[in-house]
């Protein structure tokens, strides 16, 4: 019997899969977390929370349909290409994010949501898009209610030491004219979250998602003014990426596309949508602090 609160994350020890956890536990669902060291720390801290942790694996069909039973809904996201530190390559995550809607099926669950990436369209050229887009598109294919929802950049990825090397400059990969859409990691969860509790109002639909547009300036002066360090904005030099051809090609596809957003719907949906100094003030800014010197 299909208990009516109960939604089974994926990707539960992460930044989308954690927030969604939490905001739902918020909400008053039952969430059951599925992940693959059921032993380890991150898996405890979410039993502490109150959250229900299964093993299982994202390639292992039979793993993911026993955790899925029972399940009124399933929040869907999987790691990348584009994490390396995963080792995966994009046919991996065309796999795994099948096997979520196949097992979502399976269990006759009510709304299958969907994490992929904002703005997404295909013929990109870049592997972790075309995979997302590939199961985007099965997910479509499969008969079950879903929702997809895109994420724009996280703000977090404005932690990584990478971007300040050179002193009092915030370097990013584009132009100062060009604007970017952002979004804080946990808002991803909350407004998921959102969606299973009026699924009647998502279901069928794709979000973009994002809780601000700003352009590198921008981003360096909100930055300068929550850290106290005057700090200015330059894109990387041409060439600079040179060796990395497989970010080249990111950055390229990244740029060209674009995102429709509804920024005043989206913080009707989730009231505590950040930008970017309020992402800075809670926590974003002393991350940052020690990087820019």
């Avoid at 020890?13 to 969430?31: K, N």
């Avoid at 502490?48 to 899925?68: F, I, K, N, P, Y």
């Avoid at 299958?112 to 985007?136: D, N, R």
């Avoid at 979004?183 to 299973?196: E, H, R, S, V």
Wanted: charge should be neutral.
């Amino acid at each position: 019997m299909v208990q009516a609160s109960l939604v089974l994350v994926t990707g539960a020890t992460g930044q989308q899969g954690g927030g969604a956890a939490r905001a739902l536990l918020a909400r008053g669902f039952r969430v059951r977390a599925l992940v693959r060291d059921p032993g380890g720390d991150r898996a405890a801290a979410l039993r502490d929370l109150g959250v229900e942790v299964v093993g299982g694996d994202l390639g292992d069909r039979s793993s993911l349909e026993a955790a899925a039973r029972g399940a009124r809904g399933v929040f869907s996201v999987q790691p990348s290409e584009g994490q390396p530190e995963y080792g995966l390559a994009p046919d991996d995550e065309a796999r795994f994010g099948r096997n979520v809607a196949d097992a979502a099926r399976a269990a006759g669950v009510s709304h299958l949501v969907y994490s992929s990436m904002a703005g997404l369209e295909p013929g990109t050229g870049v592997g972790h898009f075309e995979s997302k887009w590939q199961i985007e598109q099965y997910i479509r294919s499969l008969g079950v209610p879903f929702t997809i929802v895109r994420p724009a950049a996280f703000f977090e990825l404005l932690t990584q030491p990478l971007f300040y090397s050179v002193p009092g400059v915030l370097s990013f990969f584009y132009p100062p004219e060009h604007r970017i859409p952002w979004i804080a990691a946990a808002d991803i969860g909350a407004l998921a979250a959102a969606t299973f509790a009026t699924p009647g109002d998502f279901v069928g639909r794709t979000l973009e998602l994002a809780g601000e547009v700003l352009s590198g300036p921008e981003v360096a002066t909100a930055i300068g003014r929550a850290t106290g360090r005057s700090l200015s904005y330059a894109a990387f030099p041409e060439g600079a990426l040179r060796g990395n051809p497989a970010l080249e090609r990111v950055i390229a596809a990244a740029t060209r596309l674009r995102v429709e957003l509804d920024l005043a719907s989206l913080r009707a949906l989730h009231p505590g949508l950040q930008t970017c100094a309020a992402w800075l003030e809670h926590g974003g800014a002393a991350s940052i602090a020690r990087l820019v010197g």
